[in-house]
């Protein structure tokens, strides 16, 4: 039996970045901000003590004073917790992994086959059906995001 991926736009708990819990913040804060930006990608703005994040073609500015994580495009709007908690671990890991740009698919991670299952299944049906066979559509599509 498969359980159907569930529609993180429904879940009214954790919704928008804003829900992330505070010791993120904190811990975040605490960090030293040049290590930070070597293990992630992410730059700082020493002046306003914030963190500029690129995901998926965007970017967004962590404050952790503010404990916000809002987005720098005019017509992002707020941004949802997936996205927040995302920006806000790759800023927290402390592992020497350096991000490299090279995407990996979920299988490749480490515990990737077991986690992305039942209710963590990647929706990749509906791009099928979106999508089918037609490779132009779905690049382009992929490229506007």
Known sequence: MSIPPTDPSQ???????????????????????????RLSG?????????????????KFRLDPAARTVTGLE????PVDFQSG????????????????GQWVTERELPGGDLFFQGPHTLP????????GRD???????AEAV
Do not use: W
Not at 11 to 37: S, T
Not at 91 to 100: E, G, K, M, S
Not at 135 to 141: C, Q, T
């Open 42 to 58: 992410a730059s700082f703005d020493p002046l306003g003590r914030t963190y500029t994040f690129p995901l998926l073609g965007h």
């Open 135 to 141: 490779r132009d559509a779905f690049v382009a599509a």
């Open 11 to 37: 879940n009214k708990l954790f919704r928008y970045a804003d829900q992330l819990p505070a010791e993120y913040f904190d811990r975040l804060a605490a960090r030293n901000p040049d290590e930070v930006c």
């Open 85 to 100: 908690l995302v920006m806000m671990m790759s800023l927290l890991q402390d592992r020497n992994v350096i991000p490299t």
């Open 124 to 131: 990749t049906g509906r791009l099928a059906k979106a999508f």
């Open 74 to 77: 005019a017509d992002q709007g």
